[in-house]
């Protein structure tokens, strides 16, 4: 049985820092493509940062690019999502889903078959 368990969110200030971590287990390709996604309420479910782990190739999304960044722990099964430079627009859910096969890159969300439940993010003024 796949698990994604994601951990890490919590409240910071405009500014701070936070790092999300994601452990994968039960998932047995040997190379795959792990997204960090976030919804906001109202808002539509969008990728921020997907990694591939066989090259460790990584997508950002223009809103984070150059604040987050995503790595990987093969060793540990663990994913990570630092966020540095937090603005009250990353406020959201975080998610971390996982997917084998993919069309394109980076991979369209209906594609990630795993998800996990959520870690909140807030980020206050």
């Known amino acids: 049985q796949v698990q994604l368990v994601e951990s890490g969110g919590g409240s910071v200030q405009a500014g701070g820092s936070l790092r999300l971590s994601c452990v994968i287990s039960?998932?047995?390709?040997?190379?795959?493509?792990v997204g960090w996604f976030r919804q906001a309420p109202g808002k539509e479910r969008e990728a921020v940062a997907v990694?591939?782990?066989?090259?460790?190739?990584?997508y950002y999304s223009d809103s984070v690019k150059g604040r987050f960044t995503s790595s990987h722990d093969n060793a540990k099964n663990t994913f990570y999502l630092q966020m540095n430079s937090l603005k009250p627009e990353d406020a959201a859910m975080y998610y971390c889903a996982a997917a084998s096969v993919v069309s394109n890159w980076p991979p369209p969300n209906y594609e990630y078959k795993y998800w996990g439940q959520g870690t909140q993010v807030t980020v206050s003024s």
């Open positions: 039960g998932f047995s390709y040997s190379s795959y493509y």
């Open positions: 990694i591939y782990t066989r090259n460790s190739n990584t």
